[in-house]
């Protein structure tokens, strides 16, 4: 079964807007074994609405549509949609309940606008919005499914896991697609190249793709293949990255099962002390708590992050981390000595077995011929041991930090391990 | 001049990488005249990709392709776009230099994959890459440009602004289109939708389109319309937002001038400070270093922003920030009484104008009946005072961990412009 995923929304073509709707349910359907074979985006204007829709029926078996559906005069996917297949606009009862029952919980009237949300194209099969008042629409026409959703995230989020997934799942025969993910980080993906080219070739003969996805620090290799032997693409997949290992066994820090949470690097890192029982506190300057956020981003992190402090500033790095005034004077803030003394005194406060510390240049001001805008130095510190390493990234101030954060990560990680 | 954003690369119809490259294209050519009509994700396949191309001659003048231009096997846009063209491969030695000197200033070897970076399709116009190895490429068949680019998007972006940006501005006659946009934070879509019902009835009229652009804890309200006389279409947008300020006030706090950076509430409310030349810090529980991470991805913010404590644990809300023992047995962490310490205490160790604190239960465990997932204690604090407020937010954590900042932030703005 082929799929085309389209978005409605001036807000997107104008680029107000980035289209993370489509990446989610695209991923939601693959999972599944529907093939996602295109995606659109179209503006909030009828016509263009119902060629998105004429188009996407030629390839497509089925057409997962978002955005258009609020109770604002800008949206006008359901009356369009309406059109599209010939069909009135009916009140229904059992939706007209739920969106009144939403207002009244929150103590707030339910207005004509809101009332009109219960309006649905006659023969439309409703799926239910437990998390806002647009309810979802799926109508056929020629044996093409489209599935129309509300462009709020969780709203449609909340409808594909609660009624589309599962009625697709129940209601079609399906084959299987398989992806798996090589995670490494310190190396570019042209390098990578060179090191597996001969385990490249031989993936087609296999009917494996083989992608390159890089993002700042990280490459991710990522094989695909699909079949209706479940156990067989399987067994050819992994049988084939653990002939890939081997030849990039460095930088390899994890991998990615497909529809399973993206294991970052700081999910893995966070996993490995949890599972030793270890705790870890930071001290970060130029990444501002972009760090500690990574860390605390991940459910149940306080087993593991004890805290953080952002000394933003010399007098801050003193008086909370006990670095000595003299080693601003005689190496500056942005030095091994400064990154070791934050490293080891943030251990000791948050009383943890490994700490990280971070100072550095993120710019896009502040750089000098010695420590220009991208210049890092990082540390990692246990009861045994202290390193400090410095890095030179790019000019970007946001791309800088990311890039920090990820390598600071990864030196981690191979601390802990060593350890 | 209507342009298409062709996005090449399964990673995307697979949904393992969202496409910010199409909403950057999209922003860059809304802002110099250029109406994006479509935009189309295919697969990285030279049937997918020639029908793509096909499909967007169609209807645009102009198409911006992007993906599939890196160094190796999977990516095959250059060969195709070849083909769509009868264009044979040829090299280009400017480019070859290029590519070389970028590894050789890395001190790395140019291998063969590399210097094949260097082969275009003849007669193409070549965009030099700065910041990586695979150069753009513009070509023109049947008055349509074709404008292909990486997809990496600090490369993709270099090439735009470096050259394709430039070109289009200086050998095309393009008319004006105008955006603004009303930052609201506090107020639901439909209310809003109500208050102002009547002046948006008038909005058509002038040849205005209105969209509500919901976002976690705050809704933006973009007016919109084009026209060849650039005064006087901003005339009429700045018109009719004088009319609907008053009539939401207390939900406003600042504008989108399109095309420049988002002004986000941190933004606001940090430039607020920085005229006052006041300070801030934060200590953050749940939201565990995120809210500092806005204020720290501000270029510029150490003026404005002393420091930060992550007070992840009892111990540390103790120890670091003097919370007294007697609070957490009385009151508990999550409680109005341990936010004001915070608050009072971290402002006096970073010795700012203002702090702001946090403590809640960010999810998904934690709860309790009295405490659900998503009750949040905020505090901000003056050398004159110390107010706090509570909050409900929702079940998921990365959401909560995004509207409690947002909240935050919203809060200490109200209590800055009073004091």
Not at 97 to 120: H, P, T, Y
Not at 278 to 307: D, H, M, P, R
Not at 367 to 385: H, L, N, Q, R
Request: one cysteine or more.
């Amino acid at each position: 079964m082929k799929a085309e995923i389209l978005t409605i929304g001036d807000e997107i073509l104008i680029g107000q807007v980035t289209n993370t709707n489509a990446v989610w349910i695209a991923q939601q359907l693959n999972l599944i074994g529907i093939k996602v074979v295109h995606m659109a985006t179209v503006s909030d204007d009828a016509n263009e609405i119902l060629k998105g829709l004429e188009n996407a029926a030629k390839s497509a078996d089925m057409v997962l549509i978002t955005g258009g559906l609020g109770p604002t005069k800008d949206d006008i996917t359901k009356k369009t949609f309406a059109q599209f297949f010939n069909a009135e606009l009916v009140l229904d009862e059992a939706i007209l309940v739920d969106v009144s029952s939403f207002f009244i919980k929150r103590g707030r009237e339910v207005s004509q606008l809101n009332k009109d949300q219960a309006l649905i194209p006659k023969g439309c099969r409703v799926l239910r919005n437990k998390s806002g008042t647009a309810p979802g629409m799926w109508m056929q026409k020629n044996n093409v499914h489209f599935i129309s959703l509300p462009g709020v995230p969780y709203e449609m989020k909340g409808i594909m896991t609660d009624e589309v997934l599962p009625a697709i799942k129940a209601e079609f025969k399906l084959p299987h697609i398989y992806h798996k993910t090589v995670l490494t980080q310190g190396i570019g993906e042209s390098v990578i190249a060179e090191l597996i080219e001969k385990w490249e070739d031989g993936l087609a003969a296999k009917n494996i793709k083989l992608a390159y996805l890089p993002q700042p620090g990280l490459v991710r290799l990522r094989l695909s293949t699909s079949g209706d032997d479940e156990k067989k693409i399987k067994e050819d997949v992994d049988d084939e990255i653990e002939k890939l290992i081997p030849l990039i066994q460095d930088y390899v820090f994890g991998f990615e099962n497909y529809g399973e949470e993206m294991p970052t690097i700081e999910k893995v890192t966070s996993d490995l002390l949890k599972e030793r029982k270890q705790t870890l506190s930071i001290a970060e300057s130029c990444t501002g708590g972009y760090l500690s956020s990574l860390f605390t981003a991940i459910a149940g992190s306080s087993e593991v992050f004890k805290g953080g402090i952002v000394p933003y500033s010399n007098e801050a790095k003193h008086e909370l981390l006990n670095v000595d005034n003299a080693i601003f004077e005689k190496y500056g803030a942005v030095s091994k000595e400064c990154v070791i003394d934050l490293a080891e005194n943030v251990r000791k406060k948050f009383n943890s077995d490994f700490s990280i510390s971070i100072s550095g240049v993120a710019g896009p001001s502040g750089g000098t011929p010695d420590k220009p805008v991208g210049f890092v130095w990082i540390a990692v510190s246990s009861k045994e041991k202290t390193l400090a390493k410095s890095f030179q990234f790019g000019d970007h101030r946001q791309r800088n930090i990311v890039m920090t954060a990820n390598a600071a990560v990864s030196f981690l990680r191979k601390f802990v391990l060593k350890n």
